[in-house]
């Protein structure tokens, strides 16, 4: 298992999921795809997004969160989101966690985003989310700045 993962619950945007795979691919990153994808992996976007990465990063389909949440019964779920209080950098990441991000257009839904293990990133009052891509930049650098890779 990675020093990190990195789980996307029904990305919908081919190019962030690209971006993101990139990301994944330079850190040592596992990637986890949830449920059901806004577009194909074959897509021309997502493709060029990860450009010649693809065959660097490990990525994995998955049916549900509780499906993975059953693979790695050791590893803690942090659950990235705009409606917990909880910041970020206030964790302390271990081996094998996984950070999960919801979609694009609506984030995770409430029974996530409401456990112990949500975590948000601050922004400026006011303002509704940051692009998921930066958002997973910025979570898989806390860990690597905590743990290395």
């Given at each position: 298992?990675?020093?990190?993962n990195v789980a996307l619950y029904e990305p919908e945007i081919p190019q962030n999921t690209g971006n993101i795979a990139r990301l994944c691919a330079?850190?040592?990153?596992?990637?986890?795809?949830?449920g059901k994808l806004g577009f194909s992996l074959s897509d021309?976007?997502?493709k060029h997004a990860g450009l010649d990465y693809?065959?660097?990063?490990?990525?994995e389909r998955v049916h549900t969160i509780e499906d993975l949440q059953e693979r790695f019964p050791e590893a803690t779920f942090y659950y990235l989101t705009t409606k917990s209080k909880k910041l970020y950098t206030d964790?302390?990441?271990k081996d094998g966690d996984f950070l999960v991000f919801g979609p694009e257009s609506r984030g995770l839904p409430k029974e996530y985003v409401t456990r112990d293990?949500?975590?948000?990133?601050?922004m400026k009052e006011g303002q509704r989310s940051l692009n998921l891509s930066n958002s997973v930049?910025?979570?898989?650098y806390e860990v690597i700045k905590q743990n290395g890779i």
């Open positions: 298992m990675a020093t990190i330079c850190t040592g990153a596992d990637l986890y795809l949830i021309k976007y997502t693809w065959d660097s990063v490990h990525i964790v302390k990441y293990t949500a975590v948000t990133l601050p930049a910025v979570a898989v």
